[in-house]
């Protein structure tokens, strides 16, 4: 079976991913879409309203989480599909949206076609996926499954001191239906690679086992501010220099216990961040992943370490809160075998894949059956304005889609 006869609209898909990626739109064709701005209410607007227009029932929950439900000929747990609509700051059009597309594309197709299901058939916009704006990432999915307090993710704040709960319900988007675990067949979740092996390889699928385990820490640290002339360098305590240390340390730790683990410094704030004043402050914060959750272990150990050494050596104090873990997560066998076919009898080339990057399928994976599908993105680039994946190999991921939700919901 050909894409053309999983009867994918490749035209309508085109012009869905055209205008919803219009919202939010940066001078340079990139994507400034944070979770709960205006721009995200616009974004979720249209969603809704292309959701109502396929025949969905809509409904929102207190997260903001949306779900449109197409019935089943039987009152089953539904196939769900789902991904998110904000982005980071000069994102690109493709990350969390594509994925969102690709599932009302299979819903529009369903209708069509006039197929019906034996399972309901669900497409979901979950909120904040990025944490971009309010951290952690994936913070409603998280809510959903158990793992983060309603409270917690409701008093994120954002770096303006605004709240997650205030903003949901300045946007319209703060709903009644209760945040909380809900029986599903499967979920799926269509997303770009966010890496380079599907299109080094010459592929168009990537059929997801498992998402790496990630580890985010915040670092503080303490030393004192003084003038940057009179101060001689004996008796200074610069949290800069620490900062340095433990910044080039991350990378070290990721060098020298090699394989899969990568490690990153991506965010770091320096007070009083002017020329003639020794930083007294400094923030940052550390991103380290691998596919195994022993060596993201021996990774924080290792971090704990560098730490404490940087800040001896500068004689600065400091607080170092390892504030989010998700380990390894494995994809349910029955969903990525379903997967498998799909792309199969969709033509697809494809290959088995890891994911790198978190999604609100890792949460989803701890309440019922998940898989993922990945789709290229052009030299491995995601999370700028240069991210791209071809329309080739988005028609070959939706069909790869539709299959499988098919598979899984059951024709009548």
Known sequence: MSSHLANIDRKRLEQSIDELGRIGETPRGGLTRLALTDEDKRGRD?????????????????????????????????????????????????????????????????????IRTRHPVTLAIFTSEEG?????????????????????AYNARDKDGIRLVDEL??????????????????????HIEQGPLLEEAGLSVGVVDGIVAISWARLTIHGVQDHAG???MRIRHDALVAAAEVVTGARTIATELGGDLVTTVGNLVVHPNIVNAIPGKVTM?????????????????????????????????????????????????????????????????WRHILSGAGHDAQYMAAIGPAGMIFVPSRGGRSHCEEEFTPMDDIEHGAATLFLAVLDLAGRV
Request: net charge negative.
């Open 46 to 114: 249209l969603m809704v309203r292309w959701m109502r227009e396929a025949g969905l029932r809509v409904t929102v929950d207190q997260m903001g989480n949306i779900f449109g439900e197409r019935a089943g000929s039987q009152a089953l747990p539904p196939v769900m599909m789902g991904s998110h609509v904000d982005s980071v700051p000069t994102g690109g059009k493709y990350d969390g949206q594509l994925g969102v597309l690709c599932g009302l594309e299979t819903i529009r197709a369903l209708n069509a076609q006039k």
């Open 285 to 349: 914060s550390i991103d380290m992943r691998d596919p195994r959750d022993e060596t993201l272990e021996v990774a924080r150990r290792c971090l704990d370490a560098v730490v404490e050494v940087a800040c001896e050596r500068e004689g600065v104090r400091y607080e170092l809160e390892h504030y989010w873990r998700v380990p390894y997560t494995p994809f349910a066998h029955d969903v990525v075998a379903a997967i498998e076919r799909a792309a199969n009898a969709a033509g697809a080339r």
């Open 169 to 190: 319900e300045r946007i319209g988007y703060l709903g009644s239906e209760p945040c909380v675990p809900r029986p599903f067949r499967a979920y799926l979740e269509l």
């Open 230 to 232: 009179p101060t001689p």
């Open 132 to 152: 971009a704006r309010f951290q952690p990432a994936m913070i409603a999915s998280g809510v959903m499954a158990g793992k983060i307090a309603l409270e917690d």
